[in-house]
C-alpha cells in the first residue's frame, strides 16, 4: 500500500495526547462514613471496574477514529504495477489496407477497430496514430475523432517492420514515460517470417481481430487473346481463397450496357472467356458476386482506338522485305526510302527509324536522330559490311551506347538469348535452350557486352539495346546471315516496334509504377489530367513534341474510369485496379514473436494500457471505518455503565 499524501501520516503521532490524557487523568473520590461499610466497599469495586472498562474502550475508538481520518486525508492506495507512476505513452498503427475490409463480429475488420479505439479512450487522452497512409502525432481522441470515422481504406500498405520503424520515431524523446507501441492489423501473410527487434525501451503489443470470412473470390487479371480482325477473347482469371464455390456469376459491362454474362464452378484458380468485337472501343467493367471481400469484386478496362505505329525505314538499297513483312499494315504505317531519296521532314513524326545497312551515317542525319531520339523516338540500326566505323561511333557516342571496335569475318553461331532484357519481356512461353541457331559470316565487335539482347556462342553482343536504341553488330542481308530466316526475327523486330509507340495497357494496378504515353501534341503551357466525375489529378508527365509520357504510382488512389484530358478534350480512357495482393485470407501466428502483449482486440489491449496507470484507491474505506468508529463511540458512551 501507498499514500498520495505520506506527509500527513505524521499527524499519528497526535494519538498520544488522548492516551496520555486518559493515563493521567486523576478522579478524586469523596470520603461519606456509613455503618455498613463492607456493603459499601463491594459496590465501590464493581462500580470502579466498569468506569475503567468504559474508558478503555472509548480511548480506543477514539484512537481508531483518529487514525482512520488521518489516514483516509493521505490517501492510501494499491497500484496495479510497478511502473503505475510513470507517463504511459502510447503509439497506436492501425492498419487500413482492403484486407481489413473483411467482416469481423461488428462490420469490417477495420470499423471494429476504429470502434474500439473511439469507445475505450478518455477524449482527453494524449496519444499518437498513424495509419498506412495518415499520421497523427501527440494529438488527442476528440482532435482525432472525426477522422477516424471518415478513415478510408488505404491502396498501399506499410511493411511491418516499416510500421514498427515508424511507431518507435513517434514516441516523444522522454526517458522517464513508459512507451507502448501498439500494432493493429489482421497481420496478413507477405513474403517472409513476422520478425521484430528487440527494444527494452518500449512495450510492444499486437493486435489482430479474427476475421469470420471462409472463402473470398477475387477478379484476378485480364488479358486479350485470339485477336483476329473481326473478334477480340478477353479471357478473365479468378482466385479463390478458402472452400470451393459452384456458380459464381461474372457480368461484362461496356460503361453501364451489360455485354454477357457467366458463370464458373471454382476451386482454387478458374478463368472464363468473353469475345467481343474487334475495333469496338470499350470501357469495360467485370463485376463478380461475392460475399467476401468487396474491393475485389469489380474490375476494369478499356480497349481505346489504337494508332498506327509509324516506322521509316532508310535504307543503303531497296532491299527492305522482311521489314515490310513484320511491320504490317494492321498496326503500322510503314514507310520506306533510299537515303538519297529521304526527305528530312518525315523524321520528327515517326515513331522508330530503322537504319538499314547504310555505309556512311551523314553529319545531317546524326543531328536528325539525334533531335528525334531526344523527343522520346526509338531507333533501330542494322550495320552495314561496308559501314564507316567513325561515322556510326560518332553517333554511338551521342546516343551513349557502346562503340564497334574490330571486324571479325569468322563465322559466328547466335546462341544466347537473354529474356531478361526488357525487349523480350513476355515474348516468350518459356525460355529456349535448344534451337537452330542462326549464324552470320562477317560482324564487328561492340567494345561492352552490357545491355546484350542476343550474343553470339564466343558471349560478344550480337544486338544491343538500351533506353530505346538498338543496335546489331553484323548485316542482316542474305548473304551475310541468315538471321532473317531465324524464328527470333520476328519477335524482336516486332516487339522493338510495339516499344516505340507505348500504348495504354487494358488496365493498370494502383501502388505500381506505370509508365503511360499518350499520343497529343500540346501546347506550350498545357498539361494532362486523369480526371472522374469525383476529383481530377494531374500526375507526373513528360512532354515530348509528339507525346506525352504519364507516371503514376500511389495516384489516383480509387479504382475506376479515368478520361485523360487537355483542357476540356478528351484523349482517352485508362482503366486503373487495386492491387489483388490484400485479396488473401492467411495470417501470421502471432504466437511466434516477441510482443509483450498478444490480443485479439484493440480495446481489451488499450484498458491493458489504462489499467497500468490506474490505482485501487482506499481512503473511502477508512472514511467508513471513521464512520463506524464514531458510532461506536457513542453506543459506548450511551449504553456501557
Known amino acids: 500500500m501507498q499514500f498520495k499524501n505520506p506527509e500527513l501520516l505524521y499527524a499519528l503521532f497526535l494519538l498520544f495526547i488522548p492516551i496520555l490524557i486518559h493515563l493521567f487523568q486523576l478522579r478524586k473520590f469523596q470520603k461519606v462514613q456509613f455503618t455498613n461499610v463492607k456493603f459499601l466497599k463491594k459496590v465501590k469495586l464493581q462500580t470502579r471496574k466498569s468506569s475503567q472498562l468504559k474508558k478503555w474502550l472509548t480511548l480506543l475508538s477514539r484512537m481508531l477514529l483518529l487514525a482512520s481520518i488521518i489516514v483516509a486525508f493521505a490517501q492510501p492506495f ?14 497506436i498503427y492501425l492498419d487500413n489496407s482492403y ?4 467482416t469481423g463480429k461488428n462490420g469490417s475488420l477495420l470499423n471494429e477497430s476504429i470502434q474500439d479505439i473511439i469507445g475505450t479512450l478518455p477524449e482527453d487522452a494524449s496519444l499518437s496514430l498513424f495509419t498506412n497512409d495518415k499520421t497523427f502525432r501527440n494529438t488527442t481522441l476528440k482532435a482525432l475523432r472525426n477522422e477516424l470515422i471518415q478513415l478510408p481504406f488505404s491502396t498501399t500498405q506499410l511493411s511491418y517492420d516499416a510500421a514498427y520503424l515508424k511507431g518507435k520515431q513517434l514516441f516523444l524523446q522522454e526517458n522517464n514515460s513508459t512507451k507502448n507501441l501498439v500494432l493493429a492489423s489482421d497481420f496478413q501473410q507477405k513474403n517472409g517470417p513476422l520478425v521484430f527487434e528487440n527494444d527494452s525501451t518500449l512495450k510492444l503489443k499486437l493486435v489482430q481481430p479474427k476475421s469470420s470470412l471462409v472463402s473470398n473470390v477475387s477478379i484476378d487479371s485480364l488479358y486479350a487473346s485470339n485477336i483476329t480482325a473481326e473478334t477480340i477473347d478477353l479471357v478473365v482469371n479468378l482466385t479463390n481463397e478458402g472452400a470451393a464455390i459452384e456458380n459464381v456469376t461474372i457480368s461484362l459491362f461496356n460503361n453501364d450496357e451489360l455485354l454477357a454474362k457467366s458463370a464458373v464452378d471454382i476451386n482454387e484458380k478458374s478463368e472464363t472467356t468473353f469475345t467481343i468485337t474487334n475495333n469496338l472501343v470499350v470501357n469495360g467493367k467485370l463485376i463478380i458476386e461475392d460475399s467476401g471481400l468487396q474491393y475485389d469484386n469489380t474490375f476494369y478496362f478499356n480497349i481505346n ?16 522485305g ?4 513484320i511491320y504490317t499494315e494492321d498496326e503500322f504505317e510503314y514507310k520506306s526510302y533510299t537515303f538519297d531519296a529521304l526527305n528530312f521532314n518525315l523524321i520528327p513524326d515517326q515513331n522508330l527509324i530503322i537504319l538499314n545497312e547504310i555505309d556512311i551515317i551523314s553529319t545531317a542525319l546524326q543531328e536528325a536522330l539525334k533531335a528525334f531520339k531526344n523527343n522520346g523516338g526509338y531507333v533501330l540500326i542494322i550495320p552495314s559490311s561496308k559501314l564507316s566505323l567513325n561515322t556510326y561511333n560518332q553517333l554511338f557516342k551521342d546516343f551513349k551506347i557502346s ?4 571486324k571479325n569475318t569468322t563465322d559466328k553461331r547466335i546462341t544466347s538469348i537473354n529474356y531478361n532484357h526488357p525487349l523480350l519481356a513476355n515474348a516468350f512461353y518459356s525460355k529456349v535452350s535448344n534451337f537452330q541457331y542462326p549464324k552470320v559470316e562477317t560482324s564487328f565487335r561492340f567494345a561492352s557486352k552490357s545491355n546484350s539482347v542476343l550474343s553470339y556462342e564466343d558471349g560478344s553482343t550480337f544486338l544491343t539495346g538500351i533506353d530505346g536504341l538498338f543496335a546489331f553488330s553484323s548485316a542482316l542481308n542474305s548473304t551475310n546471315s541468315n538471321f532473317k530466316n ?41 498539361i494532362l489530367t486523369l480526371s472522374s466525375e469525383e476529383s481530377s489529378v494531374i500526375p507526373l508527365q513528360k512532354t515530348f513534341s509528339k507525346s506525352v509520357v504519364l507516371e503514376t504510382e500511389s495516384y489516383p488512389n480509387k479504382a475506376g474510369i479515368l478520361k485523360v484530358k487537355n483542357k476540356d478534350q478528351v484523349l482517352q480512357n485508362l482503366s486503373f485496379n487495386y492491387n489483388r495482393s490484400e485479396s ?28 497500468s496507470s490506474n490505482i485501487n484507491a482506499l481512503w473511502k474505506w477508512f472514511v467508513i471505518f471513521a464512520l463506524v468508529f464514531l458510532i461506536i463511540e457513542i453506543l459506548l458512551l450511551k449504553y456501557l455503565k
Do not use: C, W
Open 78 to 91: 494499491i497500484p496495479h504495477t510497478d511502473d503505475f507512476n510513470e507517463t504511459q505513452e502510447t503509439v
Open 99 to 102: 484486407s481489413m475490409e473483411a
Open 305 to 320: 482506338s489504337k494508332p498506327k505505329i509509324k516506322v521509316l525505314s532508310i535504307n543503303q538499297n531497296t532491299n527492305d
Open 322 to 325: 522482311f521489314l515490310k513483312r
Open 403 to 406: 562503340p564497334l571496335t574490330s
Open 486 to 526: 531465324s524464328p527470333l526475327i520476328v519477335p524482336v523486330l516486332y516487339n522493338v516496334g510495339k516499344q516505340s509507340l507505348k500504348l495504354s495497357q487494358l488496365y493498370y494496378t494502383i501502388g505500381q509504377p506505370n509508365t503511360i504515353a499518350i499520343n497529343a501534341v500540346l501546347g506550350q503551357d498545357d
Open 584 to 611: 488473401a485470407l492467411s495470417y501470421y501466428d502471432l504466437q511466434t514473436t516477441n510482443a509483450e502483449i498478444l490480443n485479439n482486440s484493440l480495446a481489451s489491449t488499450i484498458n491493458d494500457i489504462k489499467s
